[in-house]
C-alpha cells in the first residue's frame, strides 16, 4: 500500500457554500486551489472526502433529532474526525 509522506489536509470550509447555508458539497466540486486539485481527483480521495461528508450530515441530523440544530459550520471537526477514526477511517 502506498502511503503519501506529506498528505493534503483539506479544510472543513472546502465543501461548504458561501451562497447556501448548510449544504456540503463532497467530492471534486469542492473549492481548492489548482495545485490542491490534482490531490483531490483522484477516486480514493473523493471517497475520503464523501465519508467525510456524509459523517458531518448525519451528525448535524442528531443535532436536529436531539431538539438542539447545529449548522454545518459549526459543527466540531473533533467530533467528525473521532466518528471518521471509529469506522477506520485514514486521516493521518
Sequence with gaps: MFLQKNPVTLSTKRVMTTIIDNVIV?????????????????????AAIGHAAGVAAGIAIQTVQ??????????SV???????????????
Excluded at 467530492?27 to 480521495?45: D, F, N, W, Y
Aim: glycine share 6%.
Design 26 to 46: 463532497a467530492g471534486r466540486p469542492i473549492s481548492v486551489t489548482h495545485v490542491a486539485r490534482s490531490a483531490i481527483r483522484i477516486l480514493t480521495t473523493c
Design 78 to 92: 473533533g467530533e467528525i474526525q473521532a466518528l471518521l477514526r471509529q469506522q477506520i477511517a485514514i486521516l493521518d
Design 66 to 75: 436531539q431538539g438542539s440544530p447545529v449548522a454545518f459550520k459549526d459543527l
